[in-house]
C-alpha cells in the first residue's frame, strides 16, 4: 500500500514556466513531511520540513505548502539548474512503536533553456 | 563541514565475496540508517540505527547486516552479495530520530556480477 504518491513522475517545463508538483499522503498522524532534492547519481539535498496544515516554506523560487492529505512543490520562473528529481518523504508507522522515513518515487523536472 | 561521508564510493565485486560500506557523520547524530535505491522502486530503508548498539530492520534488511559501535560510524555489511543486491546505497544520519531532518551521503554504487 502506497503511502506516499508523487505526481507528475515527470515534468518538463520551458524556462520560465511555473508549476507545481504534488505529494499525497496516507499516513495518520503526520510527524512531518519532507522534500528533497536529487541530482542523477547524488544523494538527496534537503529543502524543506512541514509539520502542519497551512504551514508554507519558501526557498529561491521553491515554495512548498502542506494541507491534511497532500503538500505542493511550487517552482516559480524555473531555471535550468532547477532540474532534478523531487522527493517528498513522510515517517510512517513501522510497528512497535516505531517510524519509518517513507518515500515517494519523486517527480523528474526537466527545464529547457 | 558537517556530512555523511560513505566509501567505496563506487564497487563492482563478484558473487559471495563479502565486502563492507562504511559510513560516518561528524554531526553528532544518534540516528542513522541506510537505503538502497532502484529505478522504478524508489528509495528503500534496509536498516536503521537508534543509538549505539541498537539497530533494527528497515523494508528490505535481507542480505545485509550492519552494526553501531561507535555513534559516528555506521557500517553496512554484504556477507555473501548476490546480484539482485546491485544498486545505490545510501547513508543517512537524523539528529535523534527518523522524524527528524535526515541528511544524505553521496552515495555507494554497487554491482554485483
Known amino acids: 500500500e502506497d503511502q506516499v504518491t508523487q505526481s507528475p513522475e515527470a515534468l518538463r517545463l520551458q524556462e520560465g514556466e511555473s508549476s507545481s508538483l504534488n505529494c499525497s499522503y496516507t499516513?495518520?498522524?503526520?510527524?512531518?513531511l519532507f522534500w528533497y532534492r536529487q541530482d542523477p547519481g547524488k544523494g538527496p539535498e534537503f529543502l524543506f520540513t512541514l509539520y502542519s496544515a497551512g504551514e508554507e516554506k519558501e526557498k529561491e523560487r521553491l515554495k512548498a505548502t502542506l494541507t491534511k492529505k497532500e503538500s505542493f512543490l511550487h517552482i516559480t520562473a524555473p531555471k535550468p539548474e532547477d532540474s532534478a528529481t523531487y522527493l517528498c518523504?513522510?515517517?510512517?508507522?513501522?510497528?512497535?512503536?516505531?517510524?519509518?522515513?517513507?518515500f515517494g518515487k519523486g517527480t523528474k523536472l526537466s527545464v529547457i533553456p | 563541514e558537517a556530512q555523511v561521508t560513505q566509501n567505496p564510493r563506487y564497487l563492482i565485486t563478484v558473487t559471495g565475496k563479502k565486502l563492507t560500506v562504511t559510513c560516518s557523520q561528524n554531526m553528532n547524530h544518534e540516528y542513522m540508517s541506510w537505503y538502497r535505491q532502484d529505478p522504478g522502486l524508489g528509495l528503500r530503508q534496509i536498516y536503521y540505527?537508534?543509538?549505539?548498539?541498537?539497530?533494527d530492520k528497515g523494508d528490505v534488511p535481507e542480505g545485509y547486516k550492519v552494526s553501531r559501535k561507535e555513534k559516528r560510524n555506521f557500517p553496512l555489511i554484504l556477507e555473501s552479495p548476490s546480484p539482485n543486491q546491485t544498486s545505490l546505497y545510501f547513508c543517512a544520519s537524523s539528529l535523534l530520530a527518523e522524524t527528524d531532518t535526515q541528511y544524505f551521503g553521496p552515495g555507494t554504487r554497487l554491482t554485483v556480477l
Open positions: 499516513v495518520s498522524g503526520l510527524r512531518g
Open positions: 540505527s537508534m543509538n549505539v548498539e541498537v539497530t
Open positions: 518523504a513522510v515517517p510512517a508507522y513501522s510497528g512497535a512503536g516505531s517510524y519509518q522515513l517513507t
